[in-house]
């Protein structure tokens, strides 16, 4: 059951994921990264889940969504439940959408959505209706080109938008993985290599403190320090 669960909160893919305008000014626009409930049913069903919904209004008058899966481990239906927004084009449909989809989230399906950074496209703009919008801008032609996260963090994000990119996220450095602290563990061993010094060298204060492309220039170096040994 376990495995399950570890399915349904992995990381989307960037195929799962879709972009949309939020806000607006003079001089360019937001885009915000959300998923469909389309999503939420494919992760679902490629999990191997057995999973049920119903939609049902509260004692407030609030549309929500209940996700049960089934846990096959204890013989039980373990429950998930959230309300949903209207729509601004389809009320009721989209109210039923959005509370399945927000009710995906409390199973962890797209929940690095919520970590997204702010991103700002610069872009001819016109009025209209006293509202400012993007001149001949279509958002069906907007594609994810990189999405990347590690640990529920963005750590590579880019977008396109007619075979260009109109936002790339600032590339940041991945964490150690445990694989890469326990090859390294076993390097310093191998190779009698005082840890205060390998961590001074680094300047980092433990071993997981190190990013990923440090952690793989140090088991080359000690690589090579065993190879000389």
């Known amino acids: ?64 969504c209940t996700i049960s899966v089934f846990d096959t481990d204890h013989k039980l239906w373990i429950n998930r439940v959230d309300v949903g927004t209207e729509s601004q084009t389809e009320k009721q449909k989209g109210l039923y959408s959005d509370s399945f989809k927000r009710t995906g989230f409390r199973f962890g399906i797209g929940l690095e959505l919520y970590n997204a950074p702010f991103i700002w496209v610069t872009w001819d703009m016109e009025q209209f209706n006293n509202k400012w919008k993007p001149k001949g801008f279509f958002g069906a032609n907007l594609n994810i080109i990189d999405y990347e996260t590690v640990s529920g963090h963005f750590t590579k994000l880019s977008i396109g ?56 220039n140090a088991i080359t170096t000690l690589n090579k320090k065993k190879a000389k040994q």
């Open 1 to 64: 059951m376990k495995d399950v669960f570890r399915k349904l909160s992995e990381p989307l893919d960037k195929s799962m994921v879709e972009a949309r305008i939020g806000m607006t000014s003079a001089k360019g626009f937001s885009l915000l990264l959300y998923k469909t409930a389309r999503t939420d049913i494919n992760k679902l069903n490629d999990s191997g889940a057995i999973w049920q919904n119903k939609h049902e209004y509260d004692a407030m008058g609030l549309l929500t």
């Open 161 to 216: 938008y007619e075979g260009r990119i109109i936002y790339k996220m600032k590339e940041v450095d991945t964490p150690v993985s445990q694989e890469q602290v326990l090859q390294i563990q076993a390097l310093i061993t191998e190779t009698q290599t005082e840890l205060p010094e390998f961590l001074k060298y680094f300047r980092v204060n433990a071993i997981s403190d190190l990013t990923s492309a440090n952690a793989v």
